[in-house]
Nanobody, 123 residues
Framework: QVQLVESGGGLVQAGGSLRLSCAAS????????MGWYRQAPGKQRELVAT???????NYADSVKGRFTISRDNAKNTVYLQMNSLKPADTAVYYC?????????????????WGQGTQVTVSS
């Protein structure tokens, strides 16, 4: 079974930095797009940043210039470097990936979510 496991969340003061990691494991042939999403209390989940297998990136306007997404294909891992954090960045951050894997429906692209990691930015 493919799993995505996030780490690196925590409590930080405004202006501080955090680095999130998300490692994929299991019967993986390759990983296509990977991304980070977040959900604040009472709000819908929203896209933060995505990165393709060729390292093309996309960011939400609210994080451009402050967050950087990157990936290590050899480790099946995606990172999110978050700088100049603001209280408005407080949310549960979720990793997402399109994985070519061998699962019950055969070898195909499956979409997976991690369990989420809490990021809290105090003012």
């Amino acid at each position: 079974q493919v799993q995505l496991v996030e780490s690196g969340g925590g409590l930080v003061q405004a202006g501080g930095s955090l680095r999130l990691s998300c490692a994929a494991s299991g019967p993986i042939f390759s990983i296509r797009a990977m991304g980070w999403y977040r959900q604040a209390p009472g709000k819908q989940r929203e896209l933060v940043a995505t990165i393709t297998s060729s390292n093309s990136t996309n960011y939400a306007d609210s994080v451009k210039g402050r967050f950087t997404i990157s990936r290590d294909n050899a480790k099946n891992t995606v990172y999110l470097q978050m700088n100049s954090l603001k209280p408005a960045d407080t949310a549960v951050y979720y990793c997402n990936a399109d994985v070519v894997a061998a699962q019950t429906m055969g070898i195909r692209v499956y979409n997976y979510w991690g369990q989420g990691t809490q990021v809290t930015v105090s003012s």
